[in-house]
């Protein structure tokens, strides 16, 4: 039954996530501008620190231009992998108070908090113990936004950054959007912006007062109608919890092609460690692992295999994706590797306790001891970050160009 007053809404953005990430993991880095992205000729930004924003540089701008307004600044390459693998932690967090988390990136989300009030407190007192428990756990900062609706609290949210947490009252929506620039609000770009100042429409309280016909003859009937709405405060959209996972992967582009079994499988060792942890930090476990490699000609095949028990084991992922590189040309050239396992399992499957007792089948002994292996391993990860343990034949310096993650990255804050 659905909580009863107005929705509370929890907009939570993750302040300059990659640039942070980087300050984070090298504290040599902090208080410097760092630039995260392309480093190249045609680079794009990523993310800038709020030391590199001074100076004018912004997600989305050239590399090149940003070198050109911060010159003495510090650019680096993205590490997407660390990035996925910090926000499946910070998003955890965020699921301890709500069950309805709606991901917009790796480092922006909205939470409906409606039905925790009564058990975690008002909207504020949430955002106040996220707040908190990702700067103890994750050593990040997060701006929050609270909101009757998603639209208001992520503008609550962009009015705080740095580091803020803005709410706006129960009911006062209309007057907290009234006095803002109209370009604050959704929908209102460049060339909307321009044809509502000709009409006189500077603030978003004057959209919400402007005639719909005024605004229909400027911007068209359906535009005007729907902005109109919002600038009265009228967001009806719900927060729509993320899908469940169909597959759970790790893949690699690497800076100089590959060749052969041994160049291969000790990537792939690399990649079926990531994909166990996150499996494990999902509580998942699946049947089906596929095996993807990209040739140098960037042709692109898929190997896939079905286990008999469904496993979210390190070695049980690496020795099934291995074995398929016997379906593969281990003499070409290969540019890019990952790994995916999907098909879960469900609850009874994975050997969680039934009705009574003699409905559990012991684990072998061997299953057992690779478990505890892989907890205390990711205990450890979760506490000194993820390289602090690492399998020996997985030492060595890193080959790989760039990372992928399960979510498409994202820093646009």
Same mark, same amino acid.
């Given at each position: 039954?659905?909580?009863?007053?107005?929705?509370?809404?929890?907009?939570?953005?993750?302040?300059?996530?990659?640039?942070?990430?980087?300050?984070?993991?090298?504290? /040599?880095?902090?208080?410097?501008?760092? =630039?995260?992205?392309?480093?190249?000729?045609? #680079?794009?930004?990523?993310?800038?620190?709020?030391?590199?924003?001074?100076?004018?540089?912004?997600?989305?701008?050239?590399?090149?231009?940003?070198?050109?307004?911060?010159?003495?600044?510090?650019?680096?390459? *993205?590490?997407?992998?660390?990035?996925?693998?910090?926000?499946?932690?910070?998003?955890?967090?965020?699921?301890?108070?709500?069950?309805?988390?709606?991901?917009?990136?790796?480092?922006? %989300?909205?939470?409906?908090?409606?039905?925790? /009030?009564?058990?975690?407190?008002?909207? &504020?007192?949430?955002?106040?113990? =996220? @707040?908190?428990?990702?700067?103890?756990?994750?050593?990040?900062?997060?701006?929050?936004?609270?909101?009757?609706?998603?639209?208001?609290? @992520?503008?609550?949210?962009?009015?705080?950054?740095?580091?803020?947490?803005?709410?706006?009252?129960?009911?006062?929506?209309?007057?907290?959007?009234?006095?803002? *620039?109209?370009? +604050?609000?959704?929908?209102?770009?460049?060339?909307?912006?321009?044809?509502?100042?000709? =009409?006189?429409?500077?603030?978003?309280?004057?959209?919400?007062?402007? *005639?719909?016909?005024?605004?229909?003859?400027? !911007?068209?009937?359906?535009?005007?109608?729907?902005?109109? &709405?919002?600038?009265?405060?009228?967001?009806?959209? $719900?927060?729509?919890?993320?899908?469940?996972? @169909?597959?759970? #992967?790790?893949?690699?582009?690497?800076?100089?092609?590959?060749?052969?079994?041994?160049?291969?499988?000790?990537?792939?060792?690399?990649?079926?460690? +990531?994909? #166990?942890?996150?499996?494990? %930090?999902?509580?998942?476990?699946?049947?089906?692992?596929?095996? @993807?490699?990209?040739? %140098?000609?960037?042709?692109?095949?898929?190997?896939?295999?079905?286990?008999?028990?469904?496993?979210?084991?390190?070695? %049980?992922?690496? $020795?099934?994706?291995?074995?398929?590189?016997?379906? !593969?040309?281990?003499?070409? *050239?290969?540019?890019?590797?990952? =790994?995916?396992?999907?098909?879960?399992?469900?609850?009874?499957?994975?050997?969680?306790?039934?009705?009574?007792?003699?409905?559990?089948?012991?684990?072998?002994?061997? $299953?057992?001891?690779?478990?505890?292996?892989?907890?205390?391993?990711?205990?450890?990860?979760?506490?000194?970050?993820?390289?602090?343990?690492?399998?020996?034949?997985?030492?060595?310096? &890193?080959?790989?160009?760039?990372?992928?993650?399960?979510?498409?990255?994202?820093?646009?804050?």
């Amino acid at each position: 039954m659905p909580a009863p007053g107005p929705r509370t809404i929890v907009h939570l953005d993750l302040d300059a996530f990659y640039a942070s990430v980087e300050q984070l993991d090298d504290p /040599r880095l902090r208080g410097c501008p760092v =630039i995260v992205g392309g480093t190249g000729r045609r #680079g794009v930004v990523c993310a800038a620190s709020y030391e590199a924003r001074r100076f004018g540089v912004r997600s989305a701008m050239p590399t090149a231009r940003a070198r050109r307004l911060c010159p003495d600044g510090v650019y680096l390459p *993205p590490r997407f992998d660390r990035y996925g693998a910090l926000s499946d932690q910070v998003f955890g967090i965020y699921r301890r108070y709500t069950p309805l988390v709606e991901p917009l990136s790796l480092d922006e %989300a909205f939470l409906d908090v409606t039905a925790s /009030r009564a058990l975690h407190g008002a909207g &504020a007192d949430i955002a106040r113990a =996220i @707040k908190a428990a990702v700067r103890n756990e994750c050593g990040l900062a997060v701006s929050a936004g609270i909101a009757d609706v998603k639209m208001a609290a @992520k503008i609550a949210t962009d009015l705080g950054k740095p580091d803020g947490l803005v709410e706006v009252p129960a009911g006062g929506v209309a007057a907290f959007l009234a006095p803002l *620039p109209v370009g +604050r609000l959704w929908g209102v770009g460049h060339v909307t912006e321009a044809a509502l100042r000709k =009409i006189g429409v500077a603030t978003i309280g004057d959209l919400a007062r402007m *005639p719909e016909a005024a605004l229909a003859a400027a !911007i068209g009937a359906s535009h005007a109608r729907g902005l109109r &709405a919002l600038a009265m405060g009228d967001d009806p959209r $719900e927060v729509v919890p993320d899908e469940a996972a @169909k597959s759970v #992967g790790a893949e690699d582009t690497f800076g100089e092609d590959l060749v052969g079994r041994v160049a291969l499988e000790r990537e792939l060792l690399s990649q079926a460690a +990531r994909v #166990g942890r996150r499996l494990r %930090a999902a509580s998942l476990e699946g049947h089906v692992v596929t095996l @993807k490699v990209k040739y %140098a000609d960037f042709e692109l095949v898929t190997r896939r295999v079905t286990l008999p028990q469904p496993t979210d084991d390190d070695r %049980a992922i690496y $020795e099934a994706a291995r074995a398929q590189l016997e379906r !593969i040309d281990l003499a070409r *050239p290969v540019r890019l590797t990952g =790994i995916s396992v999907s098909d879960f399992a469900g609850g009874e499957e994975r050997g969680q306790l039934g009705l009574f007792a003699a409905d559990v089948v012991p684990r072998p002994p061997e $299953e057992t001891r690779r478990r505890k292996l892989n907890a205390a391993l990711d205990a450890l990860a979760d506490r000194f970050g993820e390289n602090t343990v690492t399998r020996a034949d997985l030492a060595g310096p &890193a080959r790989t160009l760039r990372r992928g993650g399960d979510r498409a990255p994202d820093d646009d804050d």
